[in-house]
């Protein structure tokens, strides 16, 4: 399997966006909420963070497409995108292709 260069750098933006634990920790709260979504002060209580530095998280998250923000209720709410999820599955699928099996353990 042979990936381009464009392929590549998309792959790595995804794995950049979430290779840092407070943008990954969003991301597994996202995840864990559903469709509804977590308001952004339940984001910064669940993960100890203050407003400015998860507001810089979320926009990376945001930039790459994991993550959407809407208002709602005077509130700002984030939510996974399923096609964000999709394009991080398939990269991580593309990667499981190329890593080398431990000796021993089953593929």
Do not use: C, N, W
Not at 10 to 28: D, E, K, N, S, T
Not at 88 to 104: E, K, N, T
């Amino acid at each position: 399997m042979s990936k381009t260069t464009p392929e590549l750098r998309v792959a790595a933006q995804i794995f950049a966006a979430v290779g840092q634990p407070m943008r990954l920790g969003a991301l597994y709260a996202l995840v864990a909420a559903g469709d509804e979504g977590l308001r952004f002060p339940d984001i910064a209580l669940a993960l100890a963070a203050s407003h400015a530095s998860l507001a810089k998280h979320l926009r990376v998250l945001e930039t790459e497409r994991l993550v959407r923000r809407r208002e709602g209720g005077g509130a700002v709410i984030y939510a996974i995108r399923p096609e964000g999820l999709a394009s991080l599955r398939s990269a991580m699928a593309d990667l499981d292709q190329v890593l080398p099996r431990p000796a021993g353990r089953g593929s």
